[in-house]
């Protein structure tokens, strides 16, 4: 009986140990704030620049303008334009000059549209991502 006590006791006090670390495990937010976006283009008439492989387009919506890329022939990203080094700076915004790379003038953070990650500068944070689903010659944009 004795022998079973002492396990309860290690079992309990492991229990308690771990649940204390695990609370403490703090989830980190992306910095770019989210808004609600829910919209859908026409890449074949309105949006003629998304028509060839690597082309890409600045549209309204998000948090600082959303960039669409289009990545294959049926497959599109979409980021939101706010830096995630410094969101709230309205002149921190990114710009495509060279294709797959969108760059912060504000910071210097270079990012890949691939995916949204971080290639150089101080940024840690991957560009916000948006859900693209392309149904031709309809892209649907949300989140």
């Not at 959303?66 to 049926?74: A, C, E, P, Q, T």
Request: aromatic residues 16%; negative net charge.
């Amino acid at each position: 009986m004795v022998l079973f006590s002492k396990a309860l006791r290690r079992v309990s006090f492991l229990w308690v140990f771990v649940l204390l670390f695990a609370g403490c495990v703090k989830e980190e937010r992306h910095p770019v704030p989210i808004i609600p976006v829910d919209f859908r283009i026409n890449t074949e008439f309105q949006y003629i620049e998304l028509n060839s492989i690597g082309g890409h387009v600045n549209v309204f919506g998000g948090y600082g303008g959303i960039v669409i890329y289009r990545l294959s022939f049926d497959e599109f990203t979409a980021f939101d334009r706010a830096c995630p080094f410094d969101p709230f700076n309205e002149d921190a915004r990114i710009v495509v000059e060279d294709p797959p790379l969108a760059t912060c003038h504000v910071c210097g953070s270079t990012f890949l549209l691939l995916d949204g990650s971080p290639v150089s500068g101080p940024s840690r944070h991957p560009l916000l991502q948006y859900q693209t689903f392309y149904d031709e010659p309809y892209l649907y944009v949300s989140n």
